[in-house]
């Protein structure tokens, strides 16, 4: 480990006082590139940087994200730290908890769904929030509903809970899909529907259109059919189409879009775009707070759910005697007990944020900085012409964010294991992602894990199975891959800081 790695990872566990002038700080951070460590190092870094900028020269219009790299993001060089896992979470601006805490401070918030005047604080705060969301998303009140969850997965949840799968139902989702998509199949099992995945076809990643619409095709013309996609691969960065919502919704599908890795870097225009329910959650897009996230519902197809249960706060009128209830209406049959009423107010400040920004701005970024890792991964090569990497999904920049996943090949072609690339990454203080980020379906497909090997690998386990003894049993064969993921606060030096790590295991 050299010098600076050394002092870079003292930094990041070292508790400093961080109550020193925000200006100081911001001061002494240089503008983009780290600092680097020898004259061939900045020679080399110089070289690349122009390199980059002649491939990708709209990169010169994101300047302001390097402005805001030093003002708002300072910790990330102070810390020392390559921050590569934007899809996994977002990295807050500091003026988002400076705003939010000035508010806590200077507050007095009491538990909503009451007149009282703390109360009533409280609730106003976490309705003009809903209407920025509803604003930010360009969503009408009298189309969709807003409704606050603890994330993502929580959103998904209380679709999948509730929708009314009954026998000869469908639901139908990608492989390409989280597994708190993959895991709405339970729901649909156990209520005698039936599931189907359409597949993703390697290297793109991509499905193919004319077996989607076989797929699509098969709607159970009288019952509910759920379709389940996400906008953005949380594997392989694939965007896809969100033409496929229309299509099926005319054959007969309700649409569950998984918008999660999406939005972070694109904007969602629900008045283009009319899914029937969106999942998303807000530390993704802009960092703080977590725990909170969003299920954006159509009215229409929210009053065909059927809620399992009740609880504090989703209720009008409830009897013990009389054993019944009556929900009530609009999002608050959907959100189950205290909603987070400090941290909700704080998503209107990250909206706020990200608007300041300007969301076409943050693409581009992401855009340049994608393709860049993406052609210098492709060209890196052993001595003996065989490449470093082996990239699953779209190479080039048309429909795909910027995640960018791989495997790492040494000059025999075999494949590394990915928890040896994340632990030398980790001594290098690059926080990246590996395994198989939550997305199994695409996972086979990308590292070619048939049916069979995988149902016996599940079979040889007595009771209970752990990810290693999986692993064991795909014998030979990569069950994890690489995940890098570029975001708002990402910096050339960033990415350079990564393609030198990579290049590292060139032979
Ligand atoms: C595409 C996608 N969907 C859903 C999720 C689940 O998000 P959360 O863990 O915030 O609920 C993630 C998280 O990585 C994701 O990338």
Same mark, same amino acid.
């Given at each position: 480990?050299?010098?600076?790695?050394?002092?870079?990872?003292?930094?990041?566990?070292?508790?400093?006082?961080?109550?020193?002038?925000?200006?100081?700080?911001?001061?002494?951070?240089?503008?983009?590139?780290?600092?680097?460590?020898?004259?061939?190092?900045?020679a080399?870094?110089?070289?690349?940087?122009?390199e980059?900028?002649?491939?990708?020269?709209?990169?010169?219009?994101?300047?302001?994200?390097?402005?805001?790299?030093?003002?708002?993001?300072?910790?990330?060089?102070?810390?020392?730290?390559?921050?590569?896992?934007?899809?996994?979470?977002?990295?807050h601006a500091?003026?988002?908890?400076?705003?939010?805490?000035?508010?806590?401070?200077?507050?007095?918030?009491?538990? +909503?769904?009451?007149?009282n +005047?703390?109360?009533?604080?409280?609730?106003?705060?976490?309705?003009?929030?809903?209407?920025?969301?509803?604003?930010?998303?360009?969503?009408?009140?009298?189309?969709?509903?807003v409704?606050?969850?603890?994330?993502?997965?929580?959103?998904?949840?209380?679709?999948?809970?509730?929708?009314?799968?009954?026998?000869?139902?469908?639901?139908?989702?990608?492989?390409d899909?989280?597994?708190?998509?993959?895991?709405?199949?339970?729901?649909?099992?156990?209520?005698?529907?039936?599931?189907?995945?359409?597949?993703?076809?390697?290297?793109?990643?991509?499905?193919?259109?004319?077996?989607?619409?076989?797929?699509?095709?098969?709607?159970?013309?009288?019952?509910?059919?759920?379709?389940?996609?996400?906008?953005?691969?949380?594997?392989?960065?694939?965007?896809h189409?969100?033409?496929?919502?229309?299509?099926?919704?005319?054959?007969?599908?309700?649409?569950?879009?998984?918008?999660?890795?999406?939005?972070?870097?694109?904007?969602l225009?629900?008045?283009?775009?009319?899914? !029937?329910f969106v999942?998303?959650?807000?530390?993704?897009?802009?960092?703080?707070?977590?725990?909170?996230?969003?299920?954006?519902a159509?009215?229409?197809?929210?009053?065909?759910?059927?809620?399992?249960?009740?609880?504090? @706060?989703?209720?009008?009128?409830?009897?013990?005697?009389?054993?019944?209830?009556?929900?009530?209406h609009?999002?608050?049959?959907?959100?189950?007990?205290?909603?987070?009423?400090?941290?909700?107010?704080?998503?209107?400040?990250?909206?706020?944020?990200?608007?300041?920004?300007?969301?076409?701005?943050?693409?581009?970024?992401?855009?340049?900085?994608?393709?860049?890792?993406?052609?210098?991964?492709l060209?890196m090569?052993?001595?003996?012409?065989?490449?470093?990497?082996?990239?699953? @999904?779209?190479?080039? @920049?048309?429909?795909?964010?910027?995640?960018?996943?791989?495997?790492?090949?040494?000059?025999?072609?075999?494949?590394?294991?990915?928890?040896?690339?994340?632990?030398?990454?980790?001594?290098?203080?690059?926080?990246l992602?590996?395994?198989?980020?939550?997305?199994?379906?695409?996972?086979?497909?990308?590292?070619?894990?048939?049916?069979?090997?995988?149902?016996?690998?599940?079979?040889?386990?007595?009771?209970?199975?752990?990810?290693?003894?999986?692993?064991?049993?795909?014998?030979?064969?990569?069950?994890?891959?690489?995940?890098?993921?570029?975001g708002?606060?990402?910096?050339?030096? !960033?990415?350079?800081?990564?393609?030198?790590?990579a290049?590292?295991?060139?032979?």
């Amino acid at each position: 480990m050299t010098a600076r790695v050394t002092q870079r990872r003292a930094n990041a566990l070292e508790h400093r006082d961080m109550s020193s002038d925000a200006s100081e700080r911001q001061a002494s951070v240089a503008q983009h590139p780290r600092e680097p460590a020898s004259a061939a190092e900045e020679a080399a870094f110089s070289a690349a940087f122009a390199e980059f900028l002649r491939a990708y020269p709209t990169y010169a219009t994101t300047s302001k994200l390097d402005e805001l790299r030093a003002s708002e993001y300072w910790r990330l060089e102070e810390r020392g730290h390559v921050y590569l896992d934007y899809t996994g979470g977002g990295v807050h601006a500091d003026s988002q908890v400076r705003r939010h805490m000035e508010m806590v401070r200077a507050s007095v918030f009491g538990n +909503p769904h009451s007149t009282n +005047p703390t109360s009533a604080f409280a609730t106003a705060l976490v309705e003009r929030a809903r209407a920025r969301v509803y604003e930010f998303f360009n969503a009408s009140p009298e189309e969709y509903a807003v409704i606050f969850t603890a994330n993502a997965t929580h959103a998904l949840k209380l679709v999948g809970e509730a929708y009314r799968f009954e026998s000869g139902d469908q639901f139908l989702l990608t492989f390409d899909n989280h597994n708190s998509v993959n895991g709405i199949r339970e729901f649909d099992r156990v209520r005698g529907a039936r599931t189907s995945y359409v597949p993703v076809l390697p290297p793109s990643m991509r499905v193919d259109e004319a077996t989607l619409n076989v797929f699509l095709g098969m709607a159970h013309q009288a019952g509910h059919n759920l379709f389940a996609y996400p906008a953005q691969s949380n594997f392989s960065g694939v965007q896809h189409p969100l033409e496929w919502i229309e299509r099926a919704q005319q054959r007969g599908w309700d649409v569950l879009l998984d918008a999660a890795a999406f939005v972070p870097t694109n904007r969602l225009d629900l008045a283009r775009w009319h899914p !029937d329910f969106v999942a998303l959650s807000f530390y993704k897009m802009f960092g703080y707070p977590t725990g909170v996230g969003a299920l954006i519902a159509r009215w229409s197809a929210l009053a065909k759910l059927r809620r399992p249960w009740f609880a504090g @706060g989703t209720i009008s009128v409830v009897s013990v005697q009389a054993d019944q209830h009556h929900l009530a209406h609009g999002a608050a049959a959907f959100e189950d007990g205290t909603i987070d009423y400090i941290n909700i107010p704080a998503v209107e400040i990250g909206l706020d944020y990200l608007d300041s920004v300007g969301m076409d701005l943050i693409h581009e970024r992401v855009r340049c900085h994608a393709g860049w890792i993406i052609d210098r991964l492709l060209a890196m090569r052993h001595a003996n012409g065989l490449p470093v990497v082996r990239l699953y @999904g779209p190479r080039s @920049g048309r429909m795909r964010g910027g995640t960018v996943t791989m495997n790492f090949h040494d000059a025999r072609g075999q494949v590394i294991d990915h928890a040896i690339i994340e632990q030398r990454a980790t001594d290098r203080m690059i926080s990246l992602r590996t395994g198989c980020f939550c997305n199994p379906g695409a996972g086979e497909i990308a590292l070619g894990l048939s049916r069979d090997e995988i149902v016996t690998c599940f079979g040889t386990a007595g009771g209970h199975m752990e990810y290693e003894d999986f692993r064991r049993c795909i014998d030979g064969k990569s069950t994890g891959a690489v995940r890098v993921s570029v975001g708002i606060a990402t910096n050339f030096a !960033d990415v350079h800081a990564f393609l030198s790590f990579a290049s590292g295991f060139r032979e």
